[in-house]
């Protein structure tokens, strides 16, 4: 129990001062699977005569093919855009959400979602599940299109986020599960948080750059619930009291 307190501690300390959560789309919202997206976009570029190079045919990540086919071939920009936008709305169909995702939903907190996938899938996503705490996501933002400088990873979104909310990068504390996403919330200058179901996982993203990890968004809800509760505590006292 002393060993989850203080674990539960460092959660909270990580979100101290942070106003608005940032959450990574696949992974800390739901378990979005794309592979079938890959076979797809192979199956595109081969019907074009398309050659791929080694790394390319290797690629598991559709959105490294995807940066591929708009760098190597950006007459298929638009075509391989829309491909994997109807790919990733099926996905997010049959998508299930990581337990704890409704809580912090209910919670006090300011919760984001940002990604590389289509918003037309988070928000099919949200309204299929969450239909009536979508109005409590304060923000969208998935991929914009087939413009490769936008693709993760980058923290573009996240500074676009910042932006949006009208406060600085690190009044925003991002949660990803990979160590690109902590790596990109890391280079915008916000609070990087961890989201991973194994201790190795969750090491790597500690290596990454994260500040505090989770196995859990029921645990993360918790400690945003808190921290948002001792924040909005402590603004209610004011200078003096």
């Known amino acids: 129990?002393?060993?989850?307190?203080?674990?539960?501690?460092?959660?909270?300390?990580?979100?101290?001062?942070?106003?608005?959560?940032?959450?990574?789309?696949?992974?800390?919202v739901c378990d979005l699977s794309v592979t079938a997206v890959t076979g797809r976009l192979?199956?595109?570029?081969?019907?074009?005569?398309?050659?791929?190079?080694?790394?390319?045919r290797a690629a598991s990540d559709p959105y490294a093919?995807?940066?591929?086919?708009?760098?190597?071939?950006?007459?298929?920009?638009?075509?391989?855009?829309?491909?994997?936008?109807?790919?990733?709305?099926?996905?997010?169909a049959a998508a299930r959400p990581s337990p704890g995702i409704r809580t912090l939903l209910h919670g006090p907190a300011s919760v984001s979602?940002?990604?590389d996938v289509c918003p037309a899938a988070i928000k099919g996503y949200l309204a299929r599940l969450y239909p009536h705490?979508?109005?409590?996501?304060?923000?969208?933002?998935?991929?914009?299109?087939a413009d490769p400088a936008l693709l993760e990873p980058t923290p573009i979104p996240i500074l676009q986020a910042a932006q949006l909310l009208g406060v600085p990068p690190a009044a925003c504390a991002v949660?990803?599960?990979?160590?690109?996403?902590?790596?990109?919330?890391?280079?915008?200058g916000v609070r990087?948080?961890?989201?991973?179901?194994?201790?190795?996982?969750?090491?790597?993203?500690?290596?990454a750059g994260a500040g505090a990890s989770t196995a859990s968004m029921t645990e993360?809800?918790?400690?945003?619930?808190?921290?948002?509760?001792?924040?909005?505590?402590?603004?209610?006292?004011?200078?003096?009291?």
């Open 133 to 145: 705490q979508m109005g409590r996501v304060r923000l969208i933002i998935g991929r914009p299109g």
């Open 220 to 241: 993360f809800a918790g400690a945003a619930y808190s921290t948002e509760l001792r924040r909005r505590r402590g603004r209610g006292r004011g200078p003096g009291r």
């Open 113 to 115: 979602i940002i990604g």
């Open 42 to 56: 192979r199956d595109l570029l081969a019907g074009q005569g398309v050659p791929l190079p080694q790394a390319a």
């Open 192 to 207: 990087a948080i961890g989201y991973a179901g194994t201790a190795a996982a969750r090491d790597q993203l500690t290596a």
């Open 1 to 28: 129990m002393d060993e989850y307190l203080a674990h539960f501690r460092v959660l909270e300390n990580a979100l101290a001062d942070c106003e608005h959560l940032l959450l990574h789309f696949r992974g800390p």
């Open 175 to 188: 949660v990803a599960s990979t160590p690109d996403g902590i790596r990109t919330a890391r280079q915008a």
């Open 65 to 92: 093919l995807l940066r591929f086919i708009l760098a190597a071939c950006p007459r298929l920009a638009a075509r391989a855009e829309a491909e994997i936008c109807q790919q990733e709305v099926l996905a997010a």
